[in-house]
């Protein structure tokens, strides 16, 4: 019946490769449509403080949205070569069992980001219609739902349409703030050029970063479906190209409205901004504020099922990949996360923010292991059946990789700068944050020594590779 109606039915196992379609290309739109949306704006405006400059937020917001593109795209390109899900593919780094502690930080990830922005699009809907928060946020969690249960193909097609609208909208708004006096008075030469300040400077920087590289656990999700064939250096750019424009634009955007209009509410000064251009256009800003939220908000509980299947499907082995299983967990996981959303609307940014900067000295360390055994230890090479098989040679536990994970977590301590700890070296820095630099370089640098000192088991476990692709065999999930 769900594929009758073109509905999902694959989820963790390997996607055979008669059922492969599409091209690179869609990655662009996908990523374009999924990052240019309020809660990126959202991001751009906690970059400025009090007598620092925009240019130099700006310069931050463009130097870290260039970098962290590039670990998020390099997860992407591992999508269609794989053929799998991306947190799955961390068994063959931490273990069958192992893997289930980086996955417990994801889920925590997606929960946190979707209810950061459940709240942002139900503001959108509020103004729109005139209904209470908590009646946005329902029906914007009911629109997520569909969304989810449709699927890959249906995430796909929607953010394609969506990279049209909302490039129009956002264009407008842009223009309009450019031409006319905006939210405020304008940029002033003091508000536009203000004081360099490292702390801040380095602020804006994590926050471009944490912003892209908060797709990596879940992006070669949407590009798993594509053709074997399909190259890395395709996936990568499209994906690059998608995500670090838009996260540009939009965290500029939101700088400026901060700098312009201090603590103002930038999805009603959009509102009124769009408004004056013609009436119906404050409409289609409203609406552009809520289809985004639904659209990232559909990738998070999209990742959080599938992160949540693979942690259950580690100890219960017995499933079948099919549309009833997929609801079984998709509609759960969206209850929470709907549940989630309605804490602390009151100190939203400040939650954000915290959460951002907490989130990425946990994501970092993984990011590095995960890319270094991918493209530097293994070259590509792995035995997909042995992913899902705890007695295969990728082991249970790979206690070496959770020693890197934990020991490029705790590396990043003394460089660390959130609500909840300031690092000896952060204070040195201005309260800048610099222990995301650190997580990748010591969490990599430890698995490429580990690996180094261990031949032979990985070049036992990289000549393993005869599985029948084109049937897309998965006895060894059943």
Known sequence: MGRKLGLETNSINFIPLDQRYGKASDLLFLWFGANTQMAVVTTGILTIVPHFGFIWA??????GSLLGSIFMASHSAQGPHLGIPQMIQSRAQFGYYGAVIPLLMVVAMYLGFYAAGAVIGAEALSLLFHIPIYMGILISSVADLLLVIGGYRFIHRFNHIMAYFFSVVFLVITILLIRGPGLGKGLTHATFYGHFMIGPFLLSISLAVINTLGYAPYVADYSRYLPAKTTIQSTFWY????????????MILGAAVQAQSPHSDPMVGFFHLGSTLFPVFGVFVLLSGWLGVVSINALNVYGAFMSTLTITTTFYRRWKPTLQLRLWFIIPIGILATYLSFFDKSHLLMSFETFLTFLIDFLVPWTAINLMDF???RHGHYD???????????GRINVRALVCYFGGFLAELPFMNNAIYEGPIAKLLDNGDTSWI????????????????SPEKLSQTDQNTDYDMASG???AID
Do not use: H
């Open 58 to 63: 700006a310069l931050g917001i463009i130097a």
């Open 239 to 250: 994906s690059y190209i998608g995500v670090s424009l838009s996260n540009i634009w939009m």
């Open 375 to 377: 493209y530097v230890v």
């Open 384 to 394: 997909i059946p042995a992913i899902f098989d705890p007695n295969g040679p990728y």
């Open 438 to 453: 650190v997580g990748l370089i010591v969490a990599g640098a430890l698995y490429w020594i580990g690996a180094k000192r």
């Open 473 to 475: 065999n998965d006895s």
